[in-house]
């Protein structure tokens, strides 16, 4: 089918993947030109605009519209994303530099990379060596996670809807190790600050992309990043053969080379999502203190329910 035999609404499906990634690019490199001083300012300044622009395209073209209404763990959403995320992902990121990051300090050069680095490299070329890289980390912490670190990762597939608000929905721990494995791996690459720093910023992009609750059909770039159409795959629980499929963060590549991608040709994931068979308790700080609990311990706590609840119903706030 042409272009030209699409309704409107189609071209915006088909679009709407490449201008995210060109927008969030656009909106990193015209920070950075306006704030060249201020690196880190840049970064969560155009990472909150994605936050926004992603909040505005799942309110504008809604991939299953219940997901729209918050329901019974909205709040700890918000919690996990602005307390449990930033906390273990800063730890994270601070232990995997003072583990590896010694290791290059004394060689980096004045740009700040080390020898081994390509810094000749055009930046863009810079940026896609380090993020491969960066993912490889996040592949195989994914993966671990899946295997014995389900403890530490079960709260994530609690999710009964998705959103990019919840993709940080998780604990603590979860997110220390995603950090550790990821910024290890770039602390040793060698690369320059500049490189990390925007490398950083795509991967909290696409991050929010690959959970949005947004009605897209991204063709190809379902190959290459995580996309929505792809991510939801490692979530359904009506669908065995997806299970343990798709477990790259953002880039898909890792998971081409060791044979865990997985998306059907003419068919789309369902929003039946959820994993109902891990306990876990409904209260913020009860998530936190689960994976410590021993077997016996487990029970006579308010736990999250297999079907969504709405917002502030009485079996959220027990």
């Known amino acids: 089918m042409t272009i030209s035999k699409l309704s409107g609404y189609e071209v915006a499906r088909r679009l709407v993947g490449p201008f995210y990634l060109v927008f969030g690019i656009s909106l990193y490199i015209a920070l950075h030109r306006e704030f060249t001083e201020h690196p880190v300012l840049v970064y969560y300044a155009a990472t909150l605009g994605m936050m926004a622009f992603t909040g505005l395209l799942e309110w504008v073209m809604p991939f299953h519209k219940p997901w729209q209404s918050p329901d019974d763990q909205f709040i700890n959403e918000i919690g996990s994303t602005f307390i449990s995320a930033f906390l273990g992902h800063n730890v994270g990121k601070a232990v995997a530099f003072a583990l590896f990051g010694w290791f290059v300090v004394y060689w980096r050069g004045v740009d700040g990379s080390a020898p081994w680095w390509p810094s000749s490299l055009p930046f863009a070329v810079q940026v896609c060596l380090s993020f491969v890289i960066w993912e490889f980390g996040l592949y195989w912490n994914h993966r671990w996670m899946h295997a014995g670190g389900w403890r530490f990762h079960s709260l994530h597939h609690k999710l009964r809807r998705l959103s990019w608000l919840n993709s940080g929905y998780g604990h603590p721990i979860g997110f220390f190790t995603t950090s550790l494995f990821s910024y290890g791996m770039l602390a040793l690459s060698g690369a320059s600050a500049e490189v990390l720093l925007f490398n950083s910023f795509l991967s909290a992009a696409i991050n929010f992309l690959s959970h949005a609750n947004v009605d897209m059909k991204a063709g190809f770039i379902n190959y290459i990043v995580s996309a929505p159409e792809v991510h939801r795959w490692h979530h359904v629980k009506d669908t065995p ?76 706030t027990d």
């Open 241 to 316: 053969e997806a299970y343990d499929k798709n477990f790259g963060t953002q880039l898909m590549v890792w998971d081409h080379v060791f044979g865990t991608f997985y998306l059907p040709k003419g068919k789309a994931a369902s929003h039946l999502i959820g994993d109902d068979e891990t306990y876990m308790p409904a209260g913020f700080w009860a998530q936190w203190l689960e994976p410590f609990r021993a077997a016996k311990e487990k029970g006579g706590q308010v736990t999250i329910p297999e079907q969504r609840m709405p917002f502030r119903s009485k079996r959220a």
